[in-house]
């Protein structure tokens, strides 16, 4: 108990004090599944969270190959010159499905990683919530008490990660490839209008034109939707990550939204609703996991859902089943 | 326990005759919270699943004020008119937001209500999900049983009832107003994104021309996303429920989706993840309740979400003592 209580208490002298070996010991006793390490994390959470809140949180998402690593290499360090210190937390619920991770590899960015005011840290394995590690915003508390003023999670845009990602953070990017025409790439439905900003990536050299014109009609398409924050209008800029053009526009842009979100107030009520959203999607998914894992539960599953699903059993009896199964009746 | 057998005997006897007074029983009974209704609603549903399944589902959504009343009524009468048996199942999770029920009251639809072919039925109170009953998907079933081969599903476009009642249709159809501009009337983000189609609905009289825009706008959109289904491109058409003129081309369209989609083996794959996807629904739902009805996570719900929302509280900690109370620990 002794040792624990002056871990902590180490943990957290040196992260405040900016120290990442114990900003990263913090994380990893963050993301600890060990029974053992629950209060202790608890505990130092508590104490970090007075020393939190004081960021810039975005979010970027976007399909394998519109250049994420290279935009994120290029944008965190144009913030790390202007003096800002800058976390990235990446997110890949699909390496294993794409072929390569897109995280893990700090030699991804290597200039980025490099760099004394940059923080970079992979995906975690283990319980996730939409593919988004369970404790990511718990992170992002650790990340901020350790001075890092800006906060960029990247996560690859499948499944529901960009949904959960986008339920942290103050600003949202897709960032997209030019030349893929009218199919926007086979994106994701709804990703688009979770969007506050398209950055369309690889504006430079022959592509420069065809960039324009996927500018273009993202804006023709942005027109019809309604924008995610009331007053603001998403826009769609072009840029080339790979020659660090058009990087300083996106920056511009981002602070243009957040002075317009905190000084009406949107930004304050926007993080206090994410807490909450965030606590209720905890709990349930806690609430699921000890039902579906349940071991009666787990045997019965497989047979109920295969009748239900040939309409063999109405959904109210199969339900009523499982539940009989969970409180072992 | 005897009466309650023979009850059931009756109802399905009389249902499965075309009786629609036994029908009505019937939805009541699968609607009933009370728990000794629970088995002879289970074995009722099991009993009717055989019968259940031939037949159109469609879901109908838009805003207020889009002329749903008017679009089912004619377009209900259409097809009763040809032969079918149309069942309207509303749904309205706003009657006291918007001031006035979408339903309730048949005389709404008095014309359809009053035709032998057609059988309509109010949005019942009770247990929701998203705003949906609870069994809205069994009482499909009855009604199917009852020889109701289409099936209208009404939802008024608030909240996350669009998606649970896509998630139980075969075609999912949005009525959109004329003259909205390009703010497409303030519409939910997502919900165009839902549509098998989109319809236009007042191109009549001296909207005729601003129908015609509106149509190549929604077009122009559609364009840009994802059709809901693969080889389905989603069509904008044009109509006038008052004048029943182009109600005929909606219905024919609809029979092209479904021939395309039963040929392909798309429309019983749809269905079975569908039921997959409202039993787990029902699970979770079910969950939640017992979870945050719990007396004690009661008591602590209001502190402890302020505390989260404050940032004065980690969520994992919030999180963790709401299981404590629930398990009594």
Redo the contacts between chains.
């Keep these: 108990q002794k040792s624990t209580e002056t871990s902590v208490d180490a943990i957290i002298e040196g992260l405040l004090s900016g120290d990442r070996t114990m900003l990263s010991r913090a994380i990893t006793l963050i993301e600890s599944n060990a029974s053992r390490h629950?209060k202790p994390?608890?505990e130092m959470?508590?104490r970090l969270?007075p020393y939190?809140?004081d960021s810039i949180r975005i979010g970027i998402t976007g399909v394998p190959g519109a250049g994420k690593s290279t935009f994120i290499e290029s944008f965190g360090l144009l913030l790390c010159h202007k003096g800002h210190r800058v976390a990235v937390l990446a997110v890949d619920p699909s390496s294993t499905l794409h072929g390569g991770s897109i995280l893990g590899d700090k030699t991804r960015m290597e200039r980025l990683a490099n760099h004394p005011n940059a923080f970079i840290r992979p995906s975690p394995s283990g319980g996730t919530l939409g593919g988004v590690h369970r404790?990511t915003?718990?992170t992002i508390?650790a990340c901020e008490a350790a001075g890092y003023d800006i906060l960029l999670i990247e996560t690859v845009g499948v499944g529901q990660s960009e949904v959960v990602v986008k339920s942290m953070v103050d600003f949202f990017m897709l960032l997209v490839l030019t030349g893929a025409g009218?199919e926007?790439q086979?994106?994701k439905?709804?990703v688009m209008?979770l969007a506050d900003a398209v950055i369309i990536n690889k504006a430079d050299g022959g592509n420069l034109e065809l960039a324009k014109k996927t500018q273009k009609?993202y804006k023709?398409?942005l027109?019809?939707?309604?924008p995610?924050t009331k007053g603001w209008t998403t826009p769609a800029l072009t840029c080339s990550a790979l020659y660090e053009e058009g990087i300083d526009q996106v920056w511009e842009m981002i602070q243009r939204y957040m002075k317009m979100t905190k000084d009406s107030g949107l930004l304050l009520e926007k993080?206090?609703?994410q807490?909450?959203e965030?606590?209720y999607a905890?709990?349930?998914e806690?609430?699921?996991s000890a039902?579906f894992g349940n071991e009666k539960v787990e045997k019965l599953v497989p047979g109920?859902?295969k009748k239900?699903?040939?309409?063999?059993?109405?959904?109210?009896?199969?339900?009523?089943l499982?539940?009989d199964a969970f409180y072992g009746k």
Tied chains: 1, 2.
């Design positions: 629950q994390s608890e959470l508590q969270l939190s809140g404790k915003r718990e508390i009218d926007l086979g994106m439905k709804g209008e009609e023709q398409i027109h019809f939707l309604q995610t993080r206090k609703m807490a909450k965030w606590l905890q709990v349930k806690q609430l699921e039902f109920i859902e239900v699903m040939n309409e063999e059993m109405p959904v109210a009896k199969a339900s009523r499982l539940f």
